[in-house]
């Protein structure tokens, strides 16, 4: 050991040490070697012991040397048991270095331990009070044994450890309750009732915080039950027996719900009933969604597993209202892709309904038991209105939330209409000289290039393109991903005019704005690429489609000023003169890109493909770079959800002829040219404003450069005694926090789930999900910036 400098060292052990099972009642739980940290400012006899006691247990070891290596080190690894040097303050205090541990997520199943002098013989035994409030778990009496290190690591391991493991294990059960579509109540031996999960709050009507810690005595019963049913489910469960069968309970309207009830005794500690599980369903003899169950009243001495497939993930919205399953599939389809199954119901549940839609719905229950003439006069009529502009929602009142408020007022809106001698002129950014000497994609600087190389993944991070190309990412990513696609053997063009054409599109995207610029096209290219190789759009769609799409996806916020189409119509700018205050932006981008292409052969794409060819691909830009202004959000996602995903979730619930999902009947569907159409638009929207759904550190550096613009928007509309748009996005009194919250659940959650439903993106509803859970940990803690604040 004397022979280590390093700031971190990490020790490999010659044992080979692999995970154990360990199980947690029916579940099998997988563990990893554990992992063990040392913060220790010096090398001595102690560090030692404590390195040789982690390779005698099969532990994974490092070693820290500073506080703020021991916590980089420790977000990166997430030890299970950290070892503080507390015997010497003069190097670090071992109560800050606590703290800042503490201070991190990860940390809340972690053990730390504090290493602490050895008293001298007439010293009094010191309190570990001081240490416990600083986050310590326990102390260790400075001892350079190898044996006592060792003793006091497996102590540990089979205390502390295994319980945290065991917790985390029971966190995930939780997790599971939580999205389970079942109502769920767990109540103790006593009847107390101790867990509800969502899904019963929402059957009853109650909020968790009004039942917890009553007893099931306490509240109101149902009439429509036969008087001695309690005592016949009381009878059988405390005999250790499962009941099942038919109840009335009372919700908290009073109105009485019939429900499917499976009760199940739980043996807990000294072989005794701890806890009782209800498993309740509303009762519905038709829905083939609920699984069938005995109507006649049931005690059994088996406890089978709860037949609880169907996990949704809930609405992150107030007042959301439950999906209809679409996850439980018999037996005969096993192979269909469940982990679509949350996104697909979801879509059943959306609160953006417009009145069309109700319509379609009523239809297709007439449908049902209508003679087969006048079903196929529904389906012409279905037909006519899906292809209609009938699609707008009625958006419900946003007044309770400023954030969401000023968002749609922001962003699907085209300002209050202003007589003001205002006038707001874009400051073009053409000069030709800041280009630079053209390159091919075979003599990309190498660094560059091996970045390239990484682009089909969807963690891929423009960010540091971004800084290697000096802000030209998208000519270096445009000429990568357009090669992949076959752009240039299907437009006849060579790759010198490829390469003109992506310079002079990112030379006028402006650079001095912080979000509208080449990096976010870049960005929004890079997801499109993403969408298109996914197996179901793919087979969507034709290479024309998938042309349009990348050139649509490099063009549509070409020279934005960085202000928002409302800010231009209050400013009485020219374009918003010139097209009539309607799509502002969206129009001037579509239009420019197409006068900037045409303008010079050297960088015309279109030269050498036939008029009918150039004028199939125009429309299909225009329409998809249209696609991405706000105001018609709901519309398309509306229509994509009622013509794409709910027919392709109703031919894979009826079909049992096959297990495959994408089936003729849902290719029918996906291949028609209106649903082309809804596919390409769906497929930019959710690539422009994909930032949620990025890893954690991109998502917080779009949300930051979103808010500079907004901000900067808000500065320029009080200078010039313009409305403000948006006021709460002021820079001294915004909360980024609570305007991502408000994006995410009035945009984004809706959309994402949709496109999810359709095209299977599980890791972008992952990082959705956790990025949300970032903004409101942040929105919890008062917090109103980034990044929450350093430890004090």
């Given at each position: ?106 940390s809340e199943s972690t053990v730390i331990l504090a290493v602490v002098p050895q008293k001298l013989p007439d010293q009094e035994e010191p309190s570990v009070l001081p240490l416990l409030c600083a986050g310590f778990s326990r102390r260790f009496v400075e001892n350079s044994s190898v044996s006592a290190c060792y003793n006091e690591l497996i102590q540990i391991e089979h205390g502390e450890v295994r319980c945290q493991f065991k917790l985390r294990a029971c966190n995930s059960v939780f997790t599971a309750l939580e999205y389970c579509q079942e109502a769920v109540e767990i109540t103790s031996e006593d009847h107390i009732i101790q867990y509800v999960n969502p899904a019963f709050e929402r059957m009853m009507g109650y909020h968790r915080g009004e039942l917890i810690g009553k007893e099931l005595t306490e509240l109101p019963k149902s009439d429509k039950n036969r008087a001695d049913l309690l005592d016949t489910i ?559």
């Open positions: 050991m004397s022979g280590l400098s390093t700031e971190e060292l990490s020790l490999n052990g010659p044992l080979k040490v692999s995970a154990t099972e360990e199980c947690v009642g029916p579940m099998r739980l997988t563990k990893e070697p554990i992992q063990v940290l040392l913060v220790f400012a010096k090398e001595d006899s102690q560090s030692d012991a404590f390195w040789w006691a982690c390779d005698r247990a099969g532990f994974r070891c490092n070693i820290a040397r500073t506080p703020e290596s021991a916590v980089e080190c420790f977000l990166d690894k997430h030890h299970e048991i950290i070892v503080i040097d507390g015997r010497h303050s003069r190097y670090f205090e071992p109560e800050a270095v606590c703290r800042m541990i503490r201070a991190t997520k990860p009381n009878t059988c469960i405390k005999k250790g027996k499962e009941w099942q069968g038919i109840y009335f309970a009372r919700k908290k309207s009073g109105d009485s719900i019939q429900q499917q009830v499976k009760i199940l005794p739980v043996i807990g500690q000294g072989g005794k009933i701890r806890h009782f599980v209800a498993i309740k369903r509303a009762h519905t003899d038709n829905n083939n969604q609920v699984l069938k169950m005995n109507k006649e009243d049931r005690c059994s001495g088996d406890h089978p597993q709860s037949e609880c497939h169907s996990l949704r993930h809930r609405d992150r919205r107030k007042d959301s209202i439950d999906a209809r399953s679409v996850g439980s599939r018999g037996s005969d389809a096993p192979s269909l892709q469940n982990r679509r199954y949350s996104s697909v119901a979801r879509i059943h549940s959306m609160t953006i309904e417009a009145p069309i839609t109700k319509v379609i719905n009523i239809i297709n229950a007439a449908q049902e038991s209508s003679p087969v003439t006048v079903a196929e006069a529904l389906d012409r009529v279905l037909e006519i209105l899906r292809t209609t502009e009938l699609y707008s929602p009625q958006l419900a009142s946003k007044d309770d939330d400023p954030h969401t408020n000023d968002l749609v007022g922001g962003l699907m809106t085209d300002g209050l209409r202003r007589l003001s001698g205002n006038e707001y002129v874009f400051s073009k950014n053409m000069s030709q000289s800041q280009l630079a000497i053209p390159v091919t994609l075979s003599d990309v600087p190498p660094s560059i290039a091996e970045m390239l190389n990484d682009e089909e993944r969807w963690e891929f991070n423009i960010l540091d393109l971004e800084a290697a190309t000096h802000k030209r990412p998208l000519t270096y990513l445009g000429l990568k991903i357009f090669t992949s696609f076959g752009v240039c053997d299907f437009l006849n063009c060579s790759e010198a005019t490829l390469r003109s054409w992506l310079q002079l599109m990112e030379a006028n995207y402006h650079s001095s704005n912080s979000y509208h610029n080449s990096t976010h096209a870049a960005d929004v290219l890079h997801a499109t690429a993403y969408f298109l190789r996914k197996e179901r759009v793919k087979s969507s769609l034709d290479q024309l489609d998938e042309v349009a799409a990348l050139i649509a996806a490099t063009v549509h916020d070409v020279d934005h000023p960085g202000r928002t189409n409302s800010f231009l119509c209050n400013a009485g700018s020219e374009l918003a003169i010139l097209y009539n205050d309607t799509a502002v932006l969206e129009s001037h981008h579509a239009a420019l890109a197409f006068q900037l292409t045409i303008r010079d052969g050297k960088s015309n794409i279109f030269k050498n493909i036939d008029r009918n060819q150039f004028r199939t691909l125009r429309q299909a830009i225009i329409d998809m770079v249209l696609a991405t202004e706000m105001t018609r959000h709901f519309e398309h996602v509306s229509k994509f959800v009622n013509s794409i995903n709910k027919p392709m979730a109703a031919i894979e619930e009826t079909s049992t002829s096959s297990t495959n999902s994408d089936c003729e009947g849902q290719s029918n569907i996906r291949n028609s040219p209106e649903n082309r159409l809804l596919i390409k638009r769906m497929l930019i929207k959710c690539a422009d404003v994909a930032n949620p759904c990025r890893p954690l550190e991109l998502c917080i550096e779009w949300a930051g450069r979103i808010s500079e613009e907004y901000f900067a928007q808000t500065d320029e509309e009080k200078r010039q005694g313009l409305p403000v748009v948006m006021p709460v996005f002021d820079r001294n009194t915004c909360s980024v926090p609570k305007s991502q919250i408000s994006f995410i659940d009035y945009f984004i959650t809706d959309m994402f789930d949709a496109w999810d439903a359709f095209a299977s993106l599980p890791n972008l509803m992952e990082h959705l999900s956790e990025n949300y859970k970032y903004w409101k940990n942040l929105d919890d803690m008062k917090c109103k910036s980034l990044r929450p604040p350093p430890p004090s």
